[in-house]
Each structure stands twice: as structure tokens, then as C-alpha cells.
């Protein structure tokens, strides 16, 4: 258990500038990855409701956790026992997928943090968490597109833009830089060239709405091209129907499954957001098994769906699964838990260096709780994320601390996480 | 920005069909075009004009949440019947060859006196209740919209029920009563004292289960020591932060905790009857936290169900509260920004009238911003539905599934939000690039459907009126069909800002 942080180590690149250019130095991205043959992707599940990552990854050697968590709390014994990580942590057992990419050293997980939002209102604690800003407030752009914004023009990646998953756009992934929209497919597609003239109307009278459109109707055939070998006109019946919204485990299959498609073609986009809803668990939550857990299940289950979808390009690819805060670490009157601070953030993909939990552990006492209830944060989110995408698509510090995530200089990118 | 007539203000007509209703029937833009702000003032003096009235014999078997409540309870009860026969059953084996041998003939005597039948292919089973329930609301608020005028109150309806909202998706007692709690607690109070809602929303039953209240219990009660359970804070943070006083307005983590201890004993009777009726709403003084509380730097003596009355009724007064909702206002009726000017006329009048909601919507109408902001919000889904039905007639009589799947499909499924803070009220939402593809495959479905299209440049002039411009009228004269002219209309622009 460590905490990894960045040590400056100014490129050759960068003593070959010329005078005077420091400044410009810092904002330069590093290209190492450029001639290693790797096509880098990011992928950012927001889970919206607030995760008990002490249900999701328990700390089942702390001697408080069971105490804290009663009945809930993850067990290594029983029908429904936790799936050991290492010898203090274990993932909920709804969580196959996780764990057996852990044991390959393909999915790492960041324990006992948060974003710098210390309150408690999901909604400001989403805003925060997918502005990427300090404080709520700033709802326009999200930290995911302003990362894409942020990479040197004509940057492969920054060209081929971003995806967002599902009806409306996260806000993770808002803003300037080109974004596509995807859900699955539900309704039969207009005949003939409507979509064309709506288009030209919207061209003329209405570029927001153009724009719009355009993206939708890109997305979908792409998706569609790939799913029935490159016949546009006439979809398989059955093929992709909605299976419940992004808060059902299958849902989330289903998207990731239709994500993974897109993502992995070569000219597809190379950072996508999907959020999944439902977090919320205020009362009985469940443990091992129960609602929480159904939930964990389908969140496995897109970790699978991606790692089966992208093929080749698994190895080139980071998920990163967030959520806005965690919740009590007692549980409530309900068998449930309240709103609360400290959670953790989850990380698989063929690029990350995984099979290591990353936690500098604050313990469990009353003393040692947050306000005396919640799981004290000792690593910030920021830093994980700042240091995948330095990692993956060579951000400098210096932009991820002013455009991608502003003021957050204190908190240095976690490096070391990609393989 | 790219949105017609940016320049100058809006077509007054369109502005009170778009930005305050429903959208114009054929023929509505005729009645409304002498004075569309009188028009508007008009559905607000015709009493009751929230209501779904049960007089209606359409209507009358809706029924209310305690019955709604307790048909799904049964239903469960049955449904967990069902489930552990089919469990004793399997685990029962071999019935059917019981005569086979004296081992087996042994076994099937201790087995149910009353065997399963064959197991034949049952036919189709019935919808559950509560799905049949969900259907028949659902049908009638379609119908509502449908019929409407010009669908202001019912777009503060739909404003309130998202405001105070509930989600199906918590549980079947949620699915069962959504439609009865819009009706219930919603519509009576559109036009009546925010407090009253207020009230009747936190004390209702869908209220009560869908944030959890059913569950908290005083730690120092009397069913907190010897059960020992106690409090969940659902629903009293959510009330601070969504329903009244709004996120950063001063409360603490203290007062959420505290309003917490004071809601405890709101509760709902369960099954059983021991609080009540079942399905009803009722006060457990065994789960209520004794004592006094301070919430707000006031302190509220112990007074049973009283205190969170108390409690209640002052922070619907709280001049936060004011501010909450007088934004919420102007942002979901004049524009995502809205003008700060209009913000603190809606919020003076607010606190002036003691949360008067139909003072409030009348100063809607009256305001200047209102009629001279440009139409840059998109309808949001329900809206747009409403919209397409009264402009190309209503859909599929008595059955809401088209509209109901089309809802699912552009990301705003009825009575189903994604979190107790609603749907988004910001145009880039629906906006967006899905949201636009959904739009147009919907906008197909529906000119298809329509049995007998009539001239598609006609209905442009009745829906949108004079001020459509010159690219939408040439986009719908020159569509190849007349299905494809309606499709195009109910893509324009104007058919889809607000």
C-alpha cells in the first residue's frame, strides 16, 4: 500500500527548447507513446448515487469494518463470501470479472478516496466531480472533454473525439471538443431522406440542432455497420433493444457492449463516458448479494463486455469507474447508508499496471472517521485521473492542473498507474 | 445562436402555445391570436383545471394511492406465495409418477393436498397491477394533455411533479401510486400554497417510501431501542436541498441530521393494518425521536407529528425557499440563464403571498422577459409527445404504450427519473446528439401513423403560424410526401424550442 505520486523528470524534448519557452514547455504533451505501436483509450464510468466502496472492495482486515458495516459488511466466510485481493482487501463477490482481472494484474483499485468536494448533495457532488472543477457550480464543460481540447491540434485522439453513451451527454464529457452520441437502437429508422432534409432545415435555420443530429446519426450507423457487417438499411430485429436504462445490470451490458464496438474501430473514438445510475442506497442495501450488489454485477459485467469487445485493443485500454462521494461507514437505521466522503475509485483495462490496491489507509475508528462517520480521504480522485490521462495520452502536469482540472495543483497525477 | 427571429421578439402566439403550453391543436392558434396573455389567464381562473376529475366515468376507477397501495401489496404477498410453492414444488420430485412405486407412493403423501396442475404452456399471464395501474395513469395524463387548451397548467403540473418527484423504479408500492400521487398531491395545489403541496408531498406514502422515510426511526424511540434500527436521512436532506431551501444555502450537516430525527414516525401502514390502513399514510409516535430539535437555529418542542408540521411550514416560508423556486421558475419558463431581474420579481412575489402558486404563475404571464426571450429551450420529451399528439392527433386510443416506449427511448421515461432531483431543465440536454436521432426516428413513427394527412403546408400554418420561417416553409412544401412534410414539421425548429 502506497501512494504513488509524480517526481518532474523534464524530457529531452523539452532541454532541446529553446530559450525563453518554459512556459511553453510546460503545456507541452509528452509523445513517448507515440512510436511504441499504442493506440491508447480511456473509458470513464460515472456511477451517479454515491458508491459504498466499502461494500464494493472491503476492507475486511480492518478489525472496525465489520462492526461499522453489521450486516452487510463482506465476509471471506459463508455461501457469498468476498473475493480476496490481497491479504486486508476483498471485492464483493458479485464482482468475478474484477477480481479475476486483479489476479492478471489488469485492474487496480484506489481506496479511500474522493474528489475536494466535502459536502454532501449528490448533485454538486456529481457537478464537481465531472467538471472537474473545485467546487459546484460550473456545469458547461466536463474534465474529460477539456482533456481532448487540451491535446495539441491535429492529435489523433483529439481529432476523432469522444463518445458519450446513452440519451443525454454526461457532463463529464461536455464541451467544444467533437463528442458523439450513442444509445442503443430502439425505434425503426425514417424512410427515404428525411434525416438528409431535416439536416439541411437545421444547416439553415438551426447549426445547434445540426450539430447535433448530424453526431446522432453518425454514431448510429456506425454502430449499426458493425453489428449487421456494414448493411445500414435494414437493422436485425431484435437486434440491440433497449434492455432497461443505464440503472439495471443489464443495462449497463448492454451499453458497454455497444460502446466497445465503437471505441475499438480505428477510426473510432479513443475516450468515452457512460453513466450508470442507481448508486443511491439508502436503505437496504445489501452486501454480498441484495441491490447493491445486483448493481456491482453490472458493472462486472461491462468490464466484460469491454474486455470481449475491444479484442486488440483491451491491452491499449483504461477504465476508470468514479462516483461523486461514498457513503456512511456505519450503516444506518434501514441497513443502509447515508451520504458520506471517502469511496474508492476502480481501474481495469489491459494498460493498467494492476493487481495492486493503492491505499494509504486511514482505519476505521471514530477518531479516525471523517466527521466521525465517513471513510476519511487520503487520495483525491483528481490525482488518479490526472495521472491516467498524462499516462495515456501524455497531458503535461501543468495542463491537467490549469484547463483539466483547475486549481487542483496540489493534487499531483498519481503516475505509474498505466502499465 | 442560431435561433430564428433572434432578433426581434417572438411571435406572442407561439410564445404561448411553445414556451407556456402544450403546443396548438389545429385550430387552437384562432382562438388564443386576439390576446394570447389573456388566453393563458383564462385556464388559470377555471377551477379545477389541475384535476383529473373521477366524475369523468373515463376516470373514475382510477384509484387512490391507499387502494393503489394496497392492490400491490396483496399482489406481493401472492407473488412471494407463488414463489415459495414453486420452490416446495421442485424441491418435491418426481410428483407426477407418484404411483410408480411404494417409495414414491410414501413421498406422495406428505406432499400438498392439493397437487400442482400439469404443466401445460400457461396462457399469457396477466399484466401485474401495478403495471396495469401505471398504464391507466399514464393514460390519463396523456389524455389530459391532449385535451388541454393551451396546457399551461398542465406544464406547471408537469413543473411540480418533477420538482417533488418520485421514481417507479424504487419499488412496486412507487409504481403502483406515481399516477395517484401526481393526482393527489400535486394537482390539487398548482394553483394553490406551495406549503400545502409542500405538506401533502412529504406526508404521502409514494413520498414516504420512495426517500426512504418508511424506514428511519428515532434511535431513542421506543421501536429505535428495542429494534434497534434507526434514522435514514433521505428524505430530509432531499427535502432541504430539491424541495425548499436548495443546496448551499446555509444548512448544515447538523440541521439534515436533526430535520431527520424530526420527520421520524412519518411513516406508511404497512400489510398488517397495525398503524392503519393499509397503504395510508400515518404517524408511528413509537418511531418518532422524543424530545425537542433544533433545526435552523430554532428549536422545536416536542410535539409528535406537529414538530415536522412546524418545521415544514417554516421552510416553506424561508426566503431561500423563495429564491429555490422563484429560479426554478423563470429557468424552466424563460430561458437556462434566466433573467436575474425575473428571478427576484418571482421570488418577492413569492414571499409576498405566502408561496401563492397561482400569484406566481400569473406573474408569469405578466412578465416582460417572457414574451422577449428568444425560444432557445428544447421541449423536453413529454413536451415534445404532447406536442406531436395535438398537433397529428392522438395516438392509439386507451393505449399509452407507443407514447409511453417513445418516453424510454428520448431519455425521459414517465415518472422515472434518474434521481430524486428530476430531469434535467436545461435545453443541452435534450439536445443532445442521441436525444436528436431519437427525435427523428419518432417524428417518422408518428407522421406515418397518421391515417389521413391532411395538407402538411396547412397544419404548418395552424401548428407554427405566420412566423415560421421561409427555410421551414420550403422544407415542408417540398417534402416528397405528405408524411414526410409532417415528419419535417415536427422536426422544425420552432416545433422543437421553447
Known sequence: MSLLCETPHPSRRAVLMTGGALFAWAYLPRFARAADNRDPRLIVIVLRGALDGLSAVGPIGDPDYAGLHGDIALSLAGPHAALPLDGFFAVNPAMPVFARLFKDKQAAVVHAAATGYRERSHFDGQDVLESGFAGPGHVATGWLNRALESLPAGDRVATLGGLAVGPSTPLVIRGAAPVLGWAPQSLPPPAGDLAERVLDLYQHRDPVLAVALQKGLDADRMALDDQIGGNTTKPKSGAMKPKGGLGSAAGMRQAAQGAAKLIAADDGPRVAALAFDGWDT???????????????????????????????????????????????????????????????????????????????????????????????????????????????????????????????????????LIA | MAIPAANSPPDPVLVAFNRFGLGARPGDRDRAAHDPRGYLKAELRQPDIALISLDDPTYASLPGSTPAIQASMAANFQRKLDRERMAAATAQPAMASAQATPAQATSAQIAPAHPLPPPTAPAKPAPPIEATLFRAEAQARLDKAFRAEAGFVERLVYFWSNHFCVSVAKDNIVRASAGAFEREAIRPFVLGRFADMLMTVERHPAMLFYL???????????????????????????????????????????????????????????????????????????????????????????????????????????????????????????????????????????????????????????????????????????????????????????????????????????????????????????????????????????????????????????????????????????????????????????????
Open chain 1, 282 to 416: 439508502h436503505a437496504n442495501e445489501g452486501g454480498a448479494t441484495g441491490r447493491l450488489a445486483t448493481l456491482l454485477g453490472g458493472l462486472d459485467g461491462a468490464f466484460e463486455e469491454f474486455e470481449k469487445g475491444l479484442g486488440e485493443r483491451w491491452k491499449d485500454t483504461a477504465i476508470v469507474a468514479i462516483t461523486e462521494f461514498g457513503r456512511t461507514a456505519q450503516i444506518n437505521g434501514s441497513v443502509g447508508t447515508d451520504h458520506g466522503t471517502g469511496t474508492v475509485v476502480l481501474l481495469a483495462g489491459g494498460a493498467i499496471k494492476g493487481g495492486r490496491i493503492i491505499a494509504d489507509w486511514p482505519g476505521l475508528k471514530p477518531a479516525q472517521l471523517y466527521e466521525q462517520r465517513d471513510l476519511a480521504p487520503t487520495s483525491d480522485v483528481r490525482a488518479v485521473l490526472k495521472g491516467l490521462l498524462a499516462d495515456q495520452f501524455g497531458l503535461s502536469a501543468a495542463v491537467l492542473a490549469d484547463k483539466v482540472f483547475p486549481e487542483s495543483a496540489a493534487a499531483k497525477p498519481m503516475r505509474d
Open chain 2, 212 to 498: 426512504d422515510n418508511q424506514q428511519s426511526i428515532g434511535p431513542d424511540s421506543r421501536a429505535g431501542k428495542n429494534r434497534r434500527r434507526g434514522l435514514n436521512e433521505n428524505l430530509a436532506r432531499e427535502i432541504m436541498e430539491l424541495h425548499t431551501l436548495g443546496v448551499g444555502s446555509g444548512y448544515t450537516q447538523a440541521d439534515v441530521t436533526s430535520f431527520a430525527r424530526i420527520l421520524t414516525g412519518w411513516t406508511m401502514a404497512g400489510r398488517e393494518g397495525r398503524l392503519g390502513e393499509p397503504g395510508s399514510s400515518v404517524f408511528n409516535a413509537n418511531a418518532h425521536e422524543p424530545g425537542d430539535a433544533v433545526l435552523l437555529g430554532k428549536t422545536y418542542p416536542a410535539a409528535g407529528m406537529g414538530q415536522a408540521e412546524a418545521a415544514l411550514n417554516d421552510i416553506a416560508s424561508h426566503p431561500a425557499t423563495a429564491q429555490h423556486i422563484a429560479t426554478e421558475l423563470a429557468r424552466h419558463f424563460i430561458a437556462d440563464d434566466p433573467p436575474p431581474a425575473a428571478v427576484a420579481r418571482l421570488a418577492k412575489v413569492f414571499a409576498k403571498s405566502d408561496g401563492n402558486l397561482r400569484a406566481l404563475a400569473a406573474t408569469l404571464i405578466d412578465m416582460p422577459e417572457a414574451w422577449s426571450t428568444p425560444l432557445a429551450k428544447m421541449r423536453s420529451p413529454f413536451d415534445y409527445i404532447a406536442a406531436i399528439r395535438r398537433a397529428a392527433g392522438p395516438g392509439p386510443a386507451n393505449d399509452p404504450g407507443q407514447s409511453l416506449n417513445w418516453l424510454n427511448a428520448l431519455g425521459e421515461p414517465l415518472w422515472q427519473p434518474p434521481g430524486p432531483n428530476g430531469f434535467s431543465d436545461q435545453a443541452d440536454s435534450w439536445a443532445s446528439a442521441e436525444g436528436m436521432k431519437i427525435r427523428l426516428d419518432t417524428a417518422w413513427q408518428a407522421a406515418r401513423q397518421v391515417k389521413d394527412v391532411g395538407n402538411p403546408n396547412d397544419m404548418l400554418d395552424a401548428v407554427i403560424g405566420p412566423s415560421a420561417s421561409p427555410e421551414t416553409r420550403q422544407a415542408v412544401a417540398r417534402a416528397e410526401s405528405k408524411q414526410q412534410g409532417l415528419a419535417l414539421l415536427l422536426m422544425a425548429p420552432e416545433f422543437q424550442r421553447r
